[in-house]
């Protein structure tokens, strides 16, 4: 039965980290007409959110249950069984991830299989290709604006991919109120990152500059918003917590560590900085000032390069200053970040985005194409660009290394058993002697 008869569209979030939990939950909302909360899902692992981390989030009341992959697609198989199947699956995952659960969910066999969403949930800077590549065969890969969208339909047409999956829409946690300055209020707020920059003596580069503007402008309120607190995780590894760095430090009153939902930071920022964080777009769609430092180069390991051609390039001298860069609009309407009646300047496409007010506007693709596939008599079979005929080398690794297995109401074997079990076949028959840590992960699963 099409899930379009259904009297309500079931969907459920599995998510690998507080972020992609945050990402995953408002899409979920954003691109089905689902009038439930969609039922949420957090892998065990690394970067297992805590109950804070997830309720700072400010996305739902309702905390996730913390599962591991197997457990999870269990929990797909015996919703299926009481007559409570999914609709609609949003993996908020990292690639590797996702290609393991499509494989997880393809040997399950359902009687009719969920509609599979899964995207980026911020800036895509880095492992493009590869990264695109393992969440080939999803239904709906997101891509947050124009730009992205052209990336990615690039990827797969250049290997020969089908490119339908790929649907325009925006980042989901885009919003709040306009900017708007306050008497006698002038705040900075540095947004934190986890990995960038990577190295200790960066980040206390970084963290000495703010310090010393701080001194600089004594009437100024400058705001380090980290994301975590000491001990918990987040989607990237923190070697040198900020927290940490500033105890060798002496900073002055008006210099503060902060946390919360980040949009209430931005309810009171006047001036947002970071070198490459989503906090940047979610402060650009605001109309609050931003700048994209470049005091540590304009790398692509930094991620900044992103913002090349956004005319938010500049430098803690200049900022020392008092100068704030002046964003470029038709940049801002090509990443989808443009709040309020601006619009895409030169750009007759027609293509929905965040742009000219037409936020909400930016969904419509990616609901269309959902509430399509949900019409179907029956959905085609999960087929992704990496198999054991296009990746034998790389493809059973990252299948063992996820540990994704279910016994299946039948003895039979799985797909992911079968194709560790060809790879290592294949490597032996050639000679390549790295292959027993492989038979040992397929012993395992």
């Given at each position: 039965?099409p899930?379009?008869s259904?009297?309500?569209?079931?969907?459920?979030?599995?998510?690998?980290s507080?972020?992609r939990w945050?990402?995953?939950?408002?899409?979920?909302r954003?691109?089905?007409?689902?009038?439930?909360?969609?039922?949420?899902?957090?892998?065990?692992g690394?970067?297992?959110?805590?109950?804070?981390?997830l309720?700072?989030?400010?996305?739902?009341t309702?905390?996730?249950?913390e599962v591991?992959?197997a457990?999870f697609?269990?929990?797909?198989?015996?919703?299926?069984?009481?007559?409570?199947?999914?609709?609609?699956?949003?993996?908020?995952?990292?690639?590797?991830?996702?290609?393991?659960?499509?494989?997880?969910?393809?040997?399950?066999?359902l009687?009719r299989?969920?509609?599979?969403?899964?995207?980026?949930?911020?800036v895509?800077?880095?492992?493009?290709?590869d990264?695109?590549?393992?969440?080939?065969?999803?239904?709906?890969?997101?891509?947050n604006?124009?730009?992205?969208?052209?990336?990615?339909?690039?990827?797969?047409?250049?290997?020969?991919a089908?490119?339908?999956?790929?649907?325009?829409?925006?980042?989901?946690?885009?919003?709040?109120?306009?900017?708007?300055?306050?008497?006698g209020?002038?705040?900075?707020?540095?947004?934190a990152?986890?990995?960038?920059?990577?190295?200790?003596?960066?980040?206390?580069?970084?963290?000495?500059r703010?310090?010393?503007?701080?001194r600089?402008?004594?009437?100024?309120?400058?705001?380090?918003?980290?994301?975590?607190?000491?001990?918990?995780?987040?989607?990237?590894?923190?070697?040198?917590?900020?927290?940490?760095?500033?105890?060798?430090?002496?900073?002055?009153?008006?210099?503060?560590l902060v946390y919360?939902?980040?949009?209430?930071?931005l309810?009171?920022?006047?001036?947002?900085?970071?070198?490459?964080?989503?906090?940047?777009l979610e402060?650009?769609?605001?109309?609050?000032?931003?700048a994209i430092?470049?005091?540590?180069?304009?790398?692509?390991?930094?991620?900044?390069?992103?913002f090349?051609?956004?005319g938010?390039l500049?430098?803690?001298?200049a900022?020392?200053k008092?100068?704030?860069?002046?964003?470029?609009?038709?940049?801002?309407?090509?990443?989808g970040?443009?709040?309020?009646?601006?619009?895409?300047?030169?750009d007759?496409?027609?293509?929905?985005?965040?742009?000219?007010g037409?936020y909400?506007a930016?969904?419509?693709?990616?609901?269309?194409?959902?509430?399509?596939?949900?019409?179907?008599p029956?959905?085609?079979?999960?087929?992704?660009?990496?198999?054991?005929?296009?990746?034998p080398?790389?493809?059973?690794?990252?299948?063992?290394?996820?540990?994704?297995?279910?016994?299946?109401?039948?003895?039979?074997?799985?797909?992911?058993?079968r194709?560790?079990?060809?790879a290592?076949?294949?490597?032996?028959?050639?000679?390549?002697?790295?292959?027993?840590?492989?038979?040992?992960?397929?012993?395992?699963?």
């Amino acid at each position: 039965m099409p899930a379009s008869s259904r009297e309500a569209v079931r969907v459920a979030v599995l998510a690998d980290s507080d972020t992609r939990w945050k990402w995953g939950a408002l899409t979920a909302r954003r691109i089905t007409t689902a009038t439930a909360e969609p039922t949420g899902y957090v892998l065990r692992g690394r970067a297992t959110p805590t109950a804070r981390q997830l309720a700072e989030t400010g996305v739902s009341t309702t905390t996730p249950g913390e599962v591991t992959g197997a457990e999870f697609l269990r929990a797909v198989r015996d919703a299926e069984a009481r007559g409570e199947g999914y609709d609609v699956i949003v993996l908020a995952l990292v690639g590797g991830t996702v290609r393991a659960v499509l494989q997880g969910l393809a040997d399950l066999a359902l009687e009719r299989r969920p509609v599979i969403v899964t995207g980026y949930v911020g800036v895509v800077y880095e492992k493009l290709t590869d990264g695109l590549l393992l969440r080939h065969g999803a239904d709906v890969v997101l891509a947050n604006s124009r730009h992205d969208a052209e990336r990615f339909r690039g990827v797969y047409e250049g290997v020969g991919a089908g490119a339908d999956s790929v649907v325009e829409a925006a980042l989901p946690f885009l919003g709040g109120a306009p900017y708007a300055p306050e008497a006698g209020r002038d705040s900075l707020v540095f947004a934190a990152q986890p990995s960038v920059p990577a190295t200790r003596a960066e980040r206390t580069y970084v963290l000495r500059r703010l310090i010393d503007h701080a001194r600089l402008h004594p009437g100024r309120e400058v705001l380090l918003k980290l994301r975590s607190k000491p001990g918990e995780h987040t989607t990237h590894l923190e070697e040198f917590p900020f927290q940490k760095l500033v105890r060798e430090l002496d900073p002055p009153a008006n210099f503060r560590l902060v946390y919360g939902h980040m949009g209430e930071v931005l309810d009171r920022t006047d001036l947002l900085v970071t070198v490459s964080s989503t906090a940047a777009l979610e402060a650009l769609h605001r109309r609050i000032p931003t700048a994209i430092l470049t005091d540590l180069g304009v790398r692509e390991a930094l991620g900044n390069h992103h913002f090349v051609g956004s005319g938010l390039l500049t430098s803690f001298d200049a900022l020392d200053k008092g100068l704030a860069p002046t964003p470029d609009e038709h940049w801002l309407a090509r990443q989808g970040v443009a709040a309020g009646d601006h619009s895409a300047a030169g750009d007759s496409s027609g293509s929905a985005s965040a742009a000219g007010g037409s936020y909400e506007a930016a969904f419509d693709a990616a609901r269309d194409r959902v509430a399509a596939l949900l019409a179907l008599p029956a959905l085609p079979p999960i087929t992704p660009y990496y198999t054991a005929e296009t990746a034998p080398g790389y493809l059973p690794g990252i299948l063992a290394r996820h540990r994704l297995d279910v016994t299946a109401p039948e003895p039979r074997e799985s797909g992911l058993r079968r194709i560790v079990r060809e790879a290592a076949r294949g490597a032996y028959r050639h000679g390549v002697q790295r292959v027993a840590p492989v038979i040992r992960r397929l012993g395992e699963l």
